[in-house]
């Protein structure tokens, strides 16, 4: 974590203040923990895993509520017709390339027969964004010891962004992507949350890209820094996964889960018919024990809710902007490189612009 | 209530025991009311509302779980974005015929501002099933005052079925339908719940028609009782409403709501393209006041709520088959005549296929 | 409309560029009508209705594709249930005030019946936002004779902005807010295809409120434009109308609808609690009519439909603008005051991000 | 085949005609192929994958239109959150058991690479149910051989029922219960079209179990057919597959999918907790050729569309309950037995109940 994040340079997003880590692991009990696959033999691989326990220890016993919402769909996401059903996330999960979904998803189910969690089956949830400019994604370089070894390094504390884990090849607004996080707090219902995102950024048009309302992509143009592909219909995703120990039932949280759209759109996305921009919001503020016939939950007040909206709204939207200030250059599959957002051009732009002095 | 319902007739369908009422009012605080409209000048009116409390005098003040789910979406329920975004069902609410949703709807909020309900705007529930065959829709004969008058007409005890109130004029199955209860006690969680179903019932082709498994509709033809119109594309629809007193968070009041389907599956409705079978379950196993920012709540495991669901079904196939039971013949616009199903041949059909002594 | 648009200010937003009379009219059929009610006695009103055919005179007879979205649903638009059942929209609907859904939605029934439609029933769309804060709602002032009256005065052609029809009495962004409009043309799939958009707009919060990326609303803070009010829990809401020429199935036009959640956030809306955003967008771009067995109709291919995803989220953008900008400062109930945003004040603001010369 | 089906024992179910097979493939260019995995060593296997092509050999170069239901979400079926926003599926795709979803997957991503699809990502439908009481779900027996296997396998023609693909371990209604298929030839909209159903069954309460409204589960009670297992919350899923060469869009495909619901009721499936009741159907009437960028596809009128909704029903069911009575006694993990729907039995239920001679 050489690289400094959005704020180290000076540049602040949003209204609310962040939370210690600035981070999704600002929220207790969250742990995230990064495998990265990077290889030139026998194939070019730029890719990795992420893995979030959303409830510590006991993320398997103590379900926590969980929604999500697809802003749009050309992704993948498994487990989530369950969590649509149930309103539960009971199980740590995992982020990887498209093309690694199955074989990640599959290895949580391994994880959990192996640490005997006494469940019959498991619906895993793991969701995807495609990496194959830089990696290549049809050598299928992703294996279950990767998700183990991710699932396994889960950690509290400050989160490493940038080129790791699942986001180690991937592309934002034609700059250098990956996994980036964020967090704000608020008081609210004569109580203190935090809200925290994390995000694994593949998306997006240079042109679009914003900088608290600067037009940055305008101004570092492909004159200045090159875009990688020439394209004419961008692909590329986001997935943005919220956090909160905030009392949210699983109504609520899938309200949370659809304010990531107002970050992602701050920043410049507009859910490109390419890019699958799906979003998965989970609440801490209760924990349903497994075996519990009937649960004693708390519900936060609707009209008490829009605090958190603005929290998920300004989360997403730096976590996107820490994931791209913190990814470095890279150059993989194919000779491929994608070039990393210049700091100093980004301070230059934010300076014309009258936001740094 | 002159006339049987259905197990006075001997025949028991579903497997479950119903409450003391086998109406929707046996979960506590449930009220219905009805206001029949029925005149022959100036226009020809077969039509009505209905109303439902869903807590007792407290419905404003404290606040119910909901959620809806449509089966087919060819009607029209007011109020059900709100339900889907919250969860929360904070007034009465009312059934009546197609083309008086909007005048209804609008005395709802009239309704809550002559009774001081300190909101500042209201987004209230109406309903509706089209009752143009036998009433001079096009009259708009339905009134505010008639929507308070069902309003204020609400009782707990046992509901008046078939022509009544919304229910008046509508037609189910090619015989005379209308409104119809039902309920089911089950004991799960470690807990007895009750569920209660309340059914306006105008959908559906003779020949589907069954009555615990028994083709009633092939074994009572066109011959034997004529049907009321010559249709290509039968039309109709049917609104659910389920009520429960077991704790359901707004995501399994959703649940519920979509068991309705196969209540109404039972009985011969395969969601045909002109119905509306639009279903609403709401439960008073929790209550949210009014002003409370954060409020404690129970969940029943999801693990526990299969019996509901159950009884959901059940209650919805009763219901459906008291409204036929007790609907009468009724002749109303342009001499349109449509016949009751006759309970001798009824109980004939279910004594020939072994269900009846 | 003696007061300018956005545009008329020396203001560009967005990338793409607009239609002739950058309003939703550009879509060819598409017209807008208003009623605008504003009295004293017996009441206070400052309210009305706004009436949009999608289709020209053959609206009824000739259905366009149509879906919606709802990004935060505390608000009302009846008609929804048949629209994501069946995809069609196939006559004239309205917006108006919270508390004359009923009334309008009925009067479309009425005004279907007067001009002979041959369609046994109907399930109109109405929508609303609520302005209770300038107009006597609960007098009830909207009457069937308004909705009848902007039906009938709708136009192709410019559309009138800000105090008008059904966005009188509205308030956007803590300023005076209303009706606006926009549009923008992209070519896409080797043809030319128009996106308009119409808005009544009536949500959010001022400190978040942005032209361009430029943060206009904490420029203008209370000490130099009064709040109208001391709100905890900002209330309000928005309606977005999306038309497009474009040959978009159902399930396309849903998407649509989606993106103008992006257009929302570029501005500052953030889905509050207490806001209904809900979004209908319709398609020209095919016409069914009634009768016909098997329709053939167009589908653009989805990778050819991101330029219209950025229409459609830059006309919302620049709609919301134009309702703000037009809008005029208005007293009305209580004699509470709404000021309009001053232009001046706006263009300073403007340059001192360096936007305008 | 060995085992006759539901009407070789002279039952018939519903009131519309079979196709020629009474099978998925009676849609054209549908294909099924089965990879039966059965050892008991190293482990006891009783599973595998069973594959669908929608479209015959270029099912990948011309897309057909797709949507799908959840009636009960505990369950996977990879690719829906794509299906949900574009409703087309373009690929061949897989059933499996519930562990097995990402190997199956994956290999569904690799078999389109060994195909040289020319497409840069991949995200395939592949769903599931539990067998994991007849087999050694936790060893992880199915390879993406035996994927491939079942995709190369796939023919049209008859397809094989019962204990066989990825039914090959699957119980139903506490009989043996796996693959069934069915179809329905309807005209309408002046045409004739085919329906088709394939189940994999897995679902169900033995005291629920009809046939043609008879009771069968009651009168084939334990005391006949022993339970395999004394369940307090039974699981079990069941996945539908639906397919029609009508002309539906993706939004019709959605509520074609949905009418699986009633077909599944009929049988005595109510959406237990614990089931996956996940729903797809797909429609060869229209065919989206990659590249093309603005398609000319056709529309069945939704007021001619019952008759399809109808056969979806009805093919559902008739799916089921040949699954049920193709499928044998099987003994697996553990030594667990499930045993068979006794023909006889059936057929003396059937009678008893007035439907046999």
């Keep these: ?31 995230v923990g990064h495998a990265t696959v990077i ?24 379900a926590v509520f969980a929604g ?22 009971a199980s740590p999960f995992c ?5 690694a979904v199955g074989v990640v998803r599959d290895a949580l189910v391994a994880y959990a027969v192996e640490h005997k969690v006494p469940m019959e089956w498991h619906l895993p949830v793991t969701a995807e964004t495609y990496d194959g400019w830089l990696s290549d994604a049809e050598s299928f370089p992703v294996t279950p010891a990767h998700a183990f ?33 964020a967090s704000r707090v608020v008081k609210t219902a ?31 143009g492909p004159d200045v820094v090159p875009h990688h592909r020439d394209l004419a219909t961008p692909g590329g995703s986001i997935i943005v996964i919220l956090a909160t120990d905030a009392p949210l039932l699983p109504i609520q949280c899938k309200r949370l889960a659809r304010r990531a759209t107002t970050g992602l759109a701050w920043v410049g996305g507009i859910g490109s018919n390419g890019s699958g921009d799906i979003f ?9 024990a497994r075996g519990v016939k009937i649960a004693a939950v708390r519900m936060i007040a609707p009209d008490q809710i829009t605090p958190l909206f603005q929290a998920a709204a300004e989360a997403t939207e730096e976590a996107i902007l820490n994931a791209v200030v913190a990814a470095e250059t890279m150059t993989g599959f194919k000779g491929h490189s994608v070039h990393a957002l210049p700091h100093d051009r980004l301070c230059a732009a934010m300076r014309k612009y009258g936001r740094l002095k």
């Design 149 to 181: 070894a991710a699932l396994d390094a889960a950690a509290s504390g400050p989160v490493a962004e940038g080129n790791v884990g699942g986001g180690t090849g991937m592309i934002c607004h034609a700059f250098k992507g990956g996994i980036g996080t």
């Design 68 to 89: 999500y919402h697809s802003f749009n769909g050309n992704g993948e996401m498994t487990g989530t017709i369950w969590i649509e059903e149930q309103g539960l996330l």
């Design 190 to 220: 004569g109580e203190t949350f935090t809200v925290g995102a994390l995000v694994q950024a593949n998306y997006g048009d240079r042109a679009l890209f914003r900088v608290d309302g600067v037009p940055v992509g305008r101004e570092i």
């Design 95 to 99: 982020i990887t390339n498209t093309h």
């Design 39 to 62: 290889h030139d033999t026998p194939s070019v691989a730029r890719t990795g895993v992420t893995a979030i326990w959303p409830g510590g220890d006991d993320s398997w016993e103590r």
């Design 1 to 31: 974590m050489g690289r400094p994040r959005l704020r180290d340079l000076g540049i602040t997003v949003g209204q609310l203040p962040p939370g210690p880590l600035n981070a999704i692991t600002d929220v207790a009990g969250v742990r």
């Design 280 to 288: 998965l919001a989970f609440a801490t503020g209760n924990r349903v």
